[in-house]
């Protein structure tokens, strides 16, 4: 601190005590037994994206954040710049870090691609819509038993833009939640994305979906597969770090 805004004696502006959040995250940071990453600048996505249908209805999915936000605060508490670029979700914004809201596929595009090649690290666990539609100006009203064909067109591809202007030295995460062929689906992205880690989980499993606090997952690299056992998606972020700290997969 001391943080801005109104104060106990009714103006505004320096001399607030900082949120209690801040102060946490600020704690951690000097606590954390782990400072390894102390110096480096790390992105990460997290979230769903919303494509809007008309002006009440949006195409989305079941992306929680949590993922993302345990990425987040886990670089963050390890000593790293953080910057959270995060799609609508129901997770308080943590503190120790610029956090960037977004919306649509584009605007997750345009925030990540702008700030990419400043980043040591990318972690893209957003889950962006695949497609969008044409917005109608007005509510597109039910017409009785008649059907409603919508048509839609692909977004851009946030992951492959990434990847497209990877600098030597960078470390580039993607995900990858499928339902089936996981691991082929897997190893398609890592090349497709020109990434360095896919992280990859079979969203269809127990305990490995969306919106809950723990996820099983398979890390995909260009040395092979290794399979994790289920824990917390706290710990599944350490691990996602731990590899980029090691430099086997740079």
Request: proline content about 5%; some cysteine.
């Amino acid at each position: 601190g001391p943080g801005s805004g109104h104060l106990a004696c009714g103006d505004s502006g320096d001399g607030r005590m900082s949120e209690a959040a801040e102060i946490v995250a600020a704690a951690e940071r000097m606590l954390c037994a782990k400072n390894d990453l102390a110096g480096k600048k790390v992105l990460v996505t997290a979230g769903p994206t919303r494509e809007p249908v008309d002006p009440v209805r949006f195409l989305t999915n079941q992306s929680s954040g949590k993922m993302g936000y345990a990425v987040a605060e886990a670089a963050r508490d390890r000593g790293a710049d953080v910057t959270l670029v995060t799609g609508p979700v129901a997770l308080a914004a943590p503190g120790g870090m610029t956090v960037v809201p977004v919306e649509t596929t584009e605007d997750l595009y345009e925030a990540v691609t702008s700030r990419a090649a400043a980043q040591d690290v990318i972690v893209q666990a957003a889950a962006p819509a695949d497609f969008r539609a044409e917005r109608a100006p007005q509510k597109i009203k039910k017409q009785g038993d008649e059907p409603l064909t919508l048509t839609l067109y692909p977004t851009r591809d946030v992951a492959a833009a990434v990847g497209a202007q990877k600098r030597e030295g960078q470390f580039i995460v993607a995900f990858a939640a499928e339902t089936q062929n996981l691991t082929e689906n897997a190893r398609k992205k890592l090349l497709k994305k020109n990434a360095s880690l896919v992280v990859a989980n079979d969203v269809t499993r127990a305990g490995a979906g969306f919106g809950v606090d723990t996820n099983i997952a398979s890390f995909v690299t260009a040395q092979g597969v290794r399979e994790l056992p289920m824990m917390t998606k706290r710990e599944l972020a350490d691990k996602i770090l731990d590899e980029y700290v090691s430099g086997k997969n740079s």
